[in-house]
Each structure stands twice: as C-alpha cells, then as structure tokens.
C-alpha cells in the first residue's frame, strides 16, 4: 500500500491539537500650576499628591498572560481611560456593561480602555474571568503592588482617570453620578466621564476635571501571614513533589530540576512569582466551573504556603525527615511499559533559530485488524524541541477531525483511558495508520528531533467505546487590531452523554474559551473556563466519570474571543485580518468534547498483547 496519499491528506487535515518591582510609577512628574485639582491617596502608609494635570512618566502591571507590561506597550492613541477595578465591588459589577457600551462608540475615535484590576485576593485568572463573564471586550491589566493606584491617584472602585495623548492626567473620578452604593436613580444627570472624553479629544480643556467617587475603597496588599512554621521537610517537600517534579526532573522539557531543597531554594523568586500569578504549576480552567480529575494547580492554601515558606529563607527543617525524591522513575512511559512501540522512521533537523513549520509523519505500523486501545503516549525523545505534537490515524479514506486521537504538550498529560476505570477504549480501525503533526521550537542551536509512541492494550473487557467531537467552525474572519473578537459554535449530542474531557486549541490570538451545556427547560450549565489561555501550555480538562450526564438532544456550546490587537504581545501583525489556517500565524478554533454513549454497553474482550478482539 503506498503511503503517499495518505501523507497527502494528514497535511490537509491534520492541523488540530488536544492533550500541549520597581514602583510602578515611584517618579511622577507634578505640575506647578498652583490652580490645578490634586488629590492625596494612602496606599502602606504612603501619602502620594497627585495632581491632576501632571504627566504620567511610568506605569506598570500585569497583563492576563502573566506577563509584565508597561504604558509604551499600549500603544499611541488620542486619549486612554483607567477604570480601577476588583472582583468584589457591586459598583464595578454594574459599570463596567456602561463602559463596555462606552468603549464600542469610542473605539472608532482612537479611545483605549483599560481595567486595572486592585482586588488583593483577586488572582490574575479571576481577573480574567471577569472580562469573560461580564463579555467585556477591552484590556484587563493587574496591578500587583498598588503602583498604578500611586501613579494615577485612585482611592476607590471603579474610579477612573483619563490621560490625553500625551499622557496627562485630564481627569479623574465617578464615571456618572447615576450608581452610588446606596442605591441608583433612572437616569445620570452628569455623564462625567463621557464629556472629560469628549472635550479632550476636541482639544478643549475639561470643563470638570476631578469629581467625588462613591465606591468600595482600595485596599492594599496585606502581607503574607505567619502561618507558623513551615519547612522544606515539614511540607514543601511534599508539595513540590507532588506539584513539580513530574515536568522539572533531569531528561524532561523543564529547564532546571526542582529534586532537592537546593534546587527550589536556588530558583526561589521565580517560583515566588510564578505561584502568585498562577502561571505555574500550569493550569488554565477557573475553578468556578467545574471539577477536574487531573487539576495541577495549588490550592489558595498551597499557594499561602509555598509563598510563607520562600518568604522565610526557605527553612530547611529536618533534612534526615524529609521525603527523597528517585532521579530515575520506575518507567520512562508515563503510561506505564506500552505493549507497542512505534517509533519514527526518520529524523529531523531542526535549525538553531528562526521559525519551524509543521511537518507531518506517517508512522511505520499498519493496523490489519480493528484494534482497541486503553492508552496513549507521545514521547519526543529530545523533548526540549517539541513544542506540541497532535495524533490521528488515516485511512485510504484520509483523516479528518474524526480521526483524531491525543497529542502532547510539555507538561501535559498522555491519554489513559483507565483512569476513568469505567471500561473504556478507544477503537482503531483495520486498515489504518497513525500520523503525526509536529511543531518543533527552536532552542539556539542545531538539534536532532524524533518521536516514538506508545500503546497500551485493554487487560479488561471493554464496556464503551470513546467518542468525541470538534467544535471546528470555518468562515469567520477576525478584523485588525480588534481586541476581542468573538466566535460560537455547536453541537447537538446524539446519544445519551457522560463528559469525559475538554480540550481548546487556538493559536497566538486566542484569548478565552468557554465551554456550556443547553438543555431544554434548564439553566445553561457552564462546563469549562479557560479565562487567560496559553498557546504554550494546552492542557487537556478530565472529568471524573459520572459526573456531567447530558441526555441525547443537548447543545454543547462553545464561546471564544481572540485578541488581534497591538496590545497581545504575540500577535504576529495586528494590522491585517485574520482567518482560518493551520500555522501559528493564522489561527484556529478547536473545541474537542470527549464522552461515552450512557446507554452502550459492550462486552469486548480482546488479546492483552495486541487489542484485537478474541472473536
């Protein structure tokens, strides 16, 4: 049989993906005119004047990536609005629709808007879930240390200040005077921001530059509390080993270990900083919606722990009573020894720099029979290369979103199906061969690239079949420099389902995906969240099974926004449209739903050693 249609095909189809302080404003430059609004602001027991008319020279924060930014990556434009804003505030819960509003009719005038989030307990992802859930289209931004609260002079939410052009503060206040806390009347009688707006961008000076903000008041970070004493030995130990070790042992994609006290000791501001902004250990769902069986992420109290513990001098404790962790595990294969082994036939060199396109690899192994499997794992074997790798298997039929299988991503997990100890495997069909789309990275110098994969058979019978489906619309186009562009698709389930996974692909302009179930005579059930995704980090979401039944006739929904802006710093042009393709710089929307048929009910026995079935 030749191969070469079917490679053909698999680069047609296969593009999809499953299973991969300094003070922000310390100097500010305060005008001399003696007649100009000022306004003194206490965060820590700072007291800082601010003046409005002054020129702003710095700013700092957080973007929902967890990456620093500053007022330059904001771009030019002829005025910028500052909403200070939290998670908690009834007021900012209710003014940020108005904004929303405010911001569609002045985005066309070069008016930028941006959320600055102050909430001490609000993470980064809560701030992101919170443009998701309120639909909000414009930038949200975390100010870690209370610097943009210095800079620009808030004191409550959701106040505002408005810079011109030139980064002067013009105004600074209510938004109206329609909302207080104590309740609201019908209409504003003063839409305060609105007009400020208006008289700067007509060049006029702004006829009330500074109003009363009646709103919750900013508070400031509190301190790490002592929650006594905490050791490497005691603890940490544990919580690294259970956190970290599985990606930062020597031969992974990790790029230095975490095995010894010493190791997380030497590496302790940055995991500081990684634990706080949520970005590690890697994980995206929002913890309101749903439960998850393979859930990395520390828990708020690890979080607290973990944090306390480096802020002390990362005690060591008892070095003799602390848990030692093997360099070596018992298996290279996370599924444990695979009953197959396929490995590719050729290898790739891949360039020290510069940008690697997908390749696509029929792999040497024909399946004459149906087979059925219980798990699958993708296994690089120069790992530091790979930045993800998807699975499928073609037929002379060619493969398609059907075919799909599993991928890999660093820090991710491989498919195995016996977790879910339900019975269930996946069925190859006779006649097929697998296939492999691969992005490699480039690492600074030249480097080698193959991949083997492994398959483990059922040892039990098989009571279900796993099936899924793609949420895969085509058609769309995403306009330049539009922040938070919206798709939606569905499906309507055919049988009787009980979820087993989620799974998002998009590319470098995906800001969010959201996941929801509509059934008739219902609520809408929101089944997964991914508020802040990462083109880096695409991780499967496993449910333990029996936990989200959905009878046959359910919708499954899917809602994602995609940032094409300026402001994403890995968008690749912001000035030109964007539509469907499989390269990094195109863009894609992938939402992979996995399930069992509830009212199936198979006894398959197959051989242990190959999958296929005892007849």
């Given at each position: 049989?030749?191969?070469?249609?079917?490679?053909?095909?698999?680069?047609?189809?296969?593009?999809?993906?499953?299973?991969?302080?300094?003070?922000?404003?310390?100097?500010?430059?305060?005008?001399?005119?003696?007649?100009?609004?000022?306004?003194?602001?206490?965060?820590?027991?700072?007291?800082?004047?601010?003046?409005?008319?002054?020129?702003?020279?710095?700013?700092?924060?957080?973007?929902?990536?967890?990456?620093?930014?500053?007022?330059?990556?904001?771009?030019?434009?002829?005025?910028?609005?500052?909403?200070?804003?939290?998670?908690?505030?009834?007021?900012?819960?209710?003014?940020?629709?108005?904004?929303?509003?405010?911001?569609?009719?002045?985005?066309?005038?070069?008016?930028?808007?941006?959320?600055?989030?102050?909430?001490?307990?609000?993470?980064?992802?809560?701030?992101?879930?919170?443009?998701?859930?309120?639909?909000?289209?414009?930038?949200?931004?975390?100010?870690?240390?209370?610097?943009?609260?210095?800079?620009?002079?808030?004191?409550?939410?959701?106040?505002?200040?408005?810079?011109?052009?030139?980064?002067?503060?013009?105004?600074?206040?209510?938004?109206?005077?329609?909302?207080?806390?104590?309740?609201?009347?019908?209409?504003?009688?003063?839409?305060?921001?609105?007009?400020?707006?208006?008289?700067?961008?007509?060049?006029?000076?702004?006829?009330?530059?500074?109003?009363?903000?009646?709103?919750?008041?900013?508070?400031?970070?509190?301190?790490?509390?002592?929650?006594?004493?905490?050791?490497?030995?005691?603890?940490?130990?544990s919580l690294v080993h259970e956190k970290c070790t599985n990606c930062h042992r020597?031969?992974?994609?990790?790029?230095?270990?975490?095995?010894?006290?010493?190791?997380?000791?030497?590496?302790?501001?940055?995991?500081?900083?990684?634990?706080?902004?949520?970005?590690?250990?890697?994980?995206?769902?929002?913890?309101?919606?749903?439960?998850?069986?393979?859930?990395?992420?520390?828990?708020?109290?690890?979080?607290?722990?973990?944090?306390?513990?480096?802020?002390?001098?990362?005690?060591?404790?008892?070095?003799?009573?602390?848990?030692?962790?093997?360099?070596?595990v018992e298996s290279e294969w996370r599924i444990g020894k695979p009953d197959l082994?396929?490995?590719?036939?050729?290898?790739?060199?891949?360039?020290?720099?510069?940008?690697?396109?997908?390749?696509?690899?029929?792999?040497?192994?024909?399946?004459?029979?149906?087979?059925?499997?219980?798990?699958?794992?993708?296994?690089?074997?120069?790992?530091?290369?790979?930045?993800?790798?998807?699975?499928?298997?073609?037929?002379?039929?060619?493969?398609?979103?059907?075919?799909?299988?599993?991928?890999?991503?660093?820090?991710?997990?491989?498919?195995?199906?016996?977790?879910?100890?339900?019975?269930?495997?996946?069925?190859?069909?006779?006649?097929?061969?697998?296939?492999?789309?691969?992005?490699?990275?480039?690492?600074?110098?030249?480097?080698?690239?193959?991949?083997?994969?492994?398959?483990?058979?059922?040892?039990?019978?098989?009571?279900?079949?796993?099936?899924?489906?793609?949420?895969?619309?085509?058609?769309?186009?995403?306009?330049?420099?539009?922040?938070?562009?919206?798709?939606?698709?569905?499906?309507?389930?055919?049988?009787?389902?009980?979820?087993?996974?989620?799974?998002?692909?998009?590319?470098?302009?995906?800001?969010?995906?959201?996941?929801?179930?509509?059934?008739?005579?219902?609520?809408?059930?929101?089944?997964?969240?991914?508020?802040?995704?990462?083109?880096?980090?695409?991780?499967?979401?496993?449910?333990?099974?029996?936990?989200?039944?959905?009878?046959?006739?359910?919708?499954?929904?899917?809602?994602?926004?995609?940032?094409?802006?300026?402001?994403?710093?890995?968008?690749?042009?912001?000035?030109?449209?964007?539509?469907?393709?499989?390269?990094?710089?195109?863009?894609?929307?992938?939402?992979?739903?996995?399930?069992?048929?509830?009212?199936?009910?198979?006894?398959?026995?197959?051989?242990?050693?190959?999958?296929?079935?005892?007849?």
């Amino acid at each position: 049989m030749s191969l070469l249609p079917t490679v053909r095909l698999l680069s047609r189809y296969l593009a999809i993906a499953i299973l991969s302080t300094a003070s922000c404003c310390d100097i500010l430059c305060v005008a001399d005119d003696k007649s100009a609004e000022s306004k003194s602001v206490g965060v820590n027991d700072l007291e800082v004047k601010i003046v409005v008319g002054s020129k702003v020279t710095e700013l700092k924060f957080t973007d929902i990536r967890g990456l620093d930014r500053e007022l330059k990556d904001l771009g030019q434009h002829k005025a910028y609005v500052f909403v200070f804003t939290n998670t908690t505030c009834p007021l900012v819960r209710k003014y940020l629709p108005i904004l929303k509003q405010m911001e569609s009719e002045l985005r066309s005038e070069d008016v930028l808007f941006v959320s600055v989030n102050v909430g001490p307990q609000d993470t980064i992802r809560d701030m992101a879930a919170q443009a998701v859930d309120l639909d909000v289209p414009f930038h949200f931004v975390k100010d870690r240390d209370e610097s943009c609260v210095r800079a620009l002079g808030a004191s409550k939410t959701p106040e505002v200040v408005l810079l011109d052009q030139d980064f002067n503060i013009r105004y600074r206040g209510r938004i109206d005077d329609q909302m207080r806390m104590g309740g609201s009347k019908p209409m504003p009688s003063r839409e305060d921001l609105r007009e400020a707006i208006r008289e700067v961008l007509a060049g006029q000076p702004v006829t009330t530059s500074q109003t009363e903000v009646d709103g919750c008041i900013i508070s400031p970070v509190a301190k790490p509390d002592r929650i006594g004493e905490v050791t490497w030995s005691s603890e940490i130990a544990s919580l690294v080993h259970e956190k970290c070790t599985n990606c930062h042992r020597p031969g992974t994609a990790a790029p230095f270990p975490l095995m010894t006290r010493d190791d997380v000791a030497s590496n302790a501001t940055m995991i500081k900083d990684v634990v706080v902004k949520e970005s590690m250990p890697p994980w995206y769902a929002t913890r309101s919606h749903g439960r998850f069986q393979n859930d990395t992420a520390l828990s708020p109290e690890q979080k607290q722990k973990m944090v306390a513990w480096i802020a002390a001098g990362c005690p060591s404790g008892d070095l003799s009573a602390a848990p030692v962790f093997k360099d070596v595990v018992e298996s290279e294969w996370r599924i444990g020894k695979p009953d197959l082994i396929v490995t590719m036939a050729e290898e790739h060199t891949i360039p020290a720099t510069g940008f690697v396109a997908y390749k696509y690899v029929v792999l040497p192994h024909l399946f004459f029979a149906d087979t059925w499997v219980e798990a699958f794992e993708i296994k690089p074997l120069n790992p530091s290369i790979v930045h993800h790798c998807n699975m499928a298997y073609a037929t002379k039929d060619g493969a398609n979103n059907e075919t799909f299988i599993t991928g890999y991503v660093p820090g991710g997990q491989p498919m195995d199906l016996g977790k879910f100890d339900n019975g269930v495997a996946y069925r190859i069909p006779a006649g097929a061969v697998l296939g492999l789309q691969i992005h490699y990275t480039t690492v600074g110098t030249v480097q080698k690239g193959k991949i083997q994969v492994g398959l483990r058979f059922p040892k039990r019978e098989i009571r279900k079949r796993l099936h899924h489906f793609v949420l895969d619309p085509r058609g769309w186009e995403i306009p330049p420099n539009d922040p938070a562009f919206r798709i939606e698709s569905s499906h309507t389930l055919k049988h009787n389902a009980n979820l087993l996974g989620l799974f998002t692909h998009m590319h470098v302009r995906g800001r969010d995906m959201t996941f929801y179930a509509d059934q008739a005579s219902k609520p809408t059930e929101t089944l997964l969240q991914i508020p802040n995704y990462n083109f880096e980090w695409q991780l499967g979401y496993e449910l333990k099974p029996g936990e989200r039944n959905f009878e046959k006739g359910t919708k499954v929904r899917a809602v994602a926004h995609f940032d094409n802006s300026p402001f994403n710093p890995y968008n690749p042009d912001p000035k030109v449209p964007v539509r469907y393709g499989p390269q990094t710089v195109d863009e894609m929307f992938n939402g992979f739903v996995f399930y069992v048929d509830n009212d199936e009910v198979l006894s398959i026995k197959v051989n242990p050693s190959n999958g296929v079935q005892i007849r």
